[in-house]
């Protein structure tokens, strides 16, 4: 049975921070949704109505796309492990990027990497707990090293040029921001 919280409990804050991996959900007005994973230590709760994710370099750039257009977000958390437990937060989310004042106070929760792209600043209006009985067991063997494999063979200039051909725009054209414009 699905239950309905106004903020991150305690108990829901540590069940978080066991998590290796969170999915976020976007969309525009119009266009794809876009459901994407999230793992390499990337997200902080800063409050019981506030989360901040990293974003690190990437194929795509769907969500700073969405959050121009519609700023509403969806992160999920799925128990594979242990007690079966589906959690959501829903909310609103800003886009914060290196080059904006707010970047440094935010950066400072994270480990450094030139890969990041971003910051989103996520406030949580409704948390969602349901039971997640049919999520599967799955036993964690160990984090991927192939984006830091990727970043330390690229210069700051080679990134930044990736951003530059695959994260301006997203999949159905829309701007992402990328550069902070």
Same mark, same amino acid.
Request: glycine letters at 14%; charged letters at 25%; proline letters at 3%.
């Given at each position: 049975m699905a239950k309905f919280y106004d903020e991150i409990s305690p108990e829901l804050e540590t069940f978080?921070?066991?998590? !290796? *991996?969170?999915?976020?959900?976007t969309a525009a007005t119009d266009g794809r949704v876009n459901v994407?994973?999230?793992?390499?230590?990337?997200? !902080? *709760?800063?409050?019981p109505n506030r989360v901040i994710w990293l974003n690190l370099t990437g194929s795509g750039n769907e969500t700073a796309a969405h959050l121009l257009d519609v700023n509403r977000m969806t992160i999920m958390f799925c128990?594979?492990?242990?007690k079966p437990l589906i959690l959501r937060l829903y909310g609103s989310a800003g886009t914060v990027h290196p080059s904006d004042p707010d970047w440094e106070e935010l950066y400072q929760h994270f480990p450094e990497s030139r890969s990041a792209r971003q910051i989103y600043d996520v406030t949580i209006d409704s948390v969602q707990t349901s039971c997640g009985f049919a999520v599967p067991l799955m036993d964690y063997q160990e984090d991927r090293d192939i984006l830091q494999k990727w970043v330390d063979n690229k210069s700051d200039q080679d990134i930044q040029d990736?951003?530059?051909?695959k994260n301006i725009t997203s999949i159905d054209g829309r701007p992402t921001g990328i550069f902070g414009e």
């Open positions: 978080i921070k066991h998590q !290796r *991996i969170f999915f976020t959900g994407s994973p999230k793992g390499m230590d990337s997200l !902080r *709760i800063l409050g128990a594979f492990e242990g990736y951003w530059q051909e």
